[in-house]
Structure formats: structure tokens, C-alpha cells
């Protein structure tokens, strides 16, 4: 899990480095009649007589949240639908963070262990160890093959194949989600800016003139905040769907891998005793 947590902090850097560039692009209002007749400030300069730029003040954490908080409300009906997403997907991160581990699937020992008991003729042992001791995707086909175990290996091996397929299946399902939020978002936030431009449009229809351009501005501006945070919404999202999914292959390798293992190691050694 260490390259998954750091993949989350990554993720999480960068998202406050978008609110902040969010921030700060959408509250730089344009400037108005009186701001552009004024003389601009003449910048300091220093003892060699080179200009040198001032520097901006730097945005408060409240400053950003309240600015996007503006944002958010002049996107209108679209950013509802776009923040159900964003709920929607962080939900699903957590809950992967959470169950998509390897003491789920494959727990580090156990096929160890469960060897250890099955060399010893520990059977009623063994299987309270997986139903009881360590609850796993592993420890379902270790029980499967205990209480089967009169029956073929290759029968077993189908049959122990059907259920690690049946709970990776699960675990596919569940990423699912994420990539489905991060493809409807940046549609939702096009579909926003559409509306936006149509609305624009018709503003300047019912104005009947082309000649103010800040009929305009406002109202693309305020389109264009939709696609901003229906992207600000798909790229964690696609993020985590492919860290998921690649998390969720290697255990299904690893789990496929230790279950195989176990299975010849325990049934092929008894074929080939009676084959002699």
C-alpha cells in the first residue's frame, strides 16, 4: 500500500494546487472603465534602475474557498450534478483505500501457514484457520480444496479458478465507478458551457446589438467555470480508476499464483504416488 498512499498525497497536493490556480484565475475580475483610465502604478526599481515587480498578495485558504464557493454558484444547475459525481467517486475511493487490500485477497503467511497444517494431517485445523482465523478470497480456495480434496486436481483446479474469479470480479466492479465519474464530469462541465453560451447568446438577442462585448464576457465566463471543475472532478478520478485496477490485477496475479502453488504442491505429489 505504500505506493498507494503515495499516489494519494500526490493526488491531494495536486488538487489544492488546482483550487488554489482556480482560485486565483476566476477572482481576477477584468478591469473597469475608471481602473483603465487611471495611470498604472509606476513599478519600484531598484538602486541599479531595473524594474522589479511587486508581488501579488497570495490568496488565504478562506479567500479560496469563498471565491470558489462564487464560482460554484454562477455555474448554476450543471455544478449540482457535477459535485453528486465528485461525492459519488470520492465514496468509491475510500471504500477501495479501505477493502482492496492484500489481507483481503491474499494475506502475506497464510499460504504458509495453511501448508504447515496440511503437511502435519491437521485438516479440521486448517479449516478453522480459513473460515474462523483469516477470512479471504485464499483462504475460501484453501477451504474449498480441504473439504474437496478426494475429488481430481483438475476438477479442483476449475472449481478453485471459478471462485478467485467471482471475488476479483467483485473487486473490478467496484473500480467501475470511477471511471464512469471521470468521463460523465467533463461532459456535464461541456454541457454546462453550452448552456452558458446559448444563454449569452440570447442575452445579446434581447439586447439587439453587437457592440457591447461585456454582454459577453460575464456570461462566458461563468460558462466556462463548469468545465473547470468537471475536469478539477475527472483527472483524480481517472487517477485512482488506474491505480485500482493495476492494485487489483497484481492480486489477482498474486493470488492465482499462491493458490496454484498450494494446490499442485498438496495433489500432484499424491497423482504421481499413485502412478508409481
Known amino acids: 500500500m505504500d505506493g498507494m498512499r503515495v499516489g494519494v498525497l500526490l493526488v491531494a497536493a495536486a488538487l489544492v494546487g488546482l483550487g488554489y490556480a482556480a482560485a486565483g484565475s476566476f477572482g481576477a ?77 491474499a494475506p502475506a503467511g497464510l499460504a504458509a501457514q495453511a501448508d504447515g497444517l496440511w503437511q502435519n494431517g491437521d485438516f479440521e485445523g486448517l479449516a478453522s484457520l480459513c473460515e474462523k482465523g483469516r477470512p479471504s478470497t485464499l483462504a475460501k480456495v484453501v477451504l474449498f480444496i480441504v473439504r474437496h480434496r478426494a475429488n481430481p486436481i483438475d476438477n479442483l483446479n476449475t472449481a478453485t479458478g471459478d471462485i478467485a474469479s467471482r471475488e476479483m470480479a467483485r473487486h ?35 439586447a ?50 499462491e493458490a496454484g502453488t498450494l494446490l499442485n504442491g498438496w495433489l500432484l505429489k499424491k497423482e504421481d504416488a499413485h502412478a508409481r
Open 172 to 206: 473490478m466492479m467496484l473500480t467501475y465507478p470511477l471511471a464512469i465519474v471521470a468521463v460523465l464530469s467533463p461532459l456535464l462541465g461541456l454541457f454546462g458551457t453550452v448552456v452558458g453560451m446559448i444563454e449569452s447568446f440570447e442575452v445579446v438577442a434581447v
Open 29 to 105: 475580475a477584468p478591469a473597469g472603465p475608471a481602473e483603465e483610465a487611471a495611470d498604472p502604478p509606476a513599478p519600484a526599481k531598484a538602486a541599479g534602475g531595473a524594474a522589479v515587480a511587486r508581488p501579488e498578495t497570495p490568496l488565504t485558504v478562506d479567500e479560496v474557498i469563498g471565491e470558489l464557493g462564487r464560482q460554484f454558484q454562477a455555474g448554476g444547475t450543471t455544478m449540482y450534478f457535477i459535485l453528486f459525481l465528485s461525492v459519488l467517486g470520492l465514496a468509491f475511493v475510500l471504500e477501495r483505500l479501505f477493502r482492496l487490500r492484500r489481507r483481503a485477497i
Open 208 to 257: 439587439g446589438t453587437m457592440g457591447d462585448p461585456s454582454l459577453l464576457a460575464s456570461s462566458i465566463s461563468k460558462a466556462l467555470v463548469t468545465t473547470a471543475f468537471g475536469l478539477i472532478v475527472a483527472m483524480p478520478m481517472l487517477f485512482f480508476y488506474h491505480m485500482f485496477k493495476l492494485r487489483t490485477h497484481y492480486l489477482a496475479s498474486l493470488l492465482e499464483e
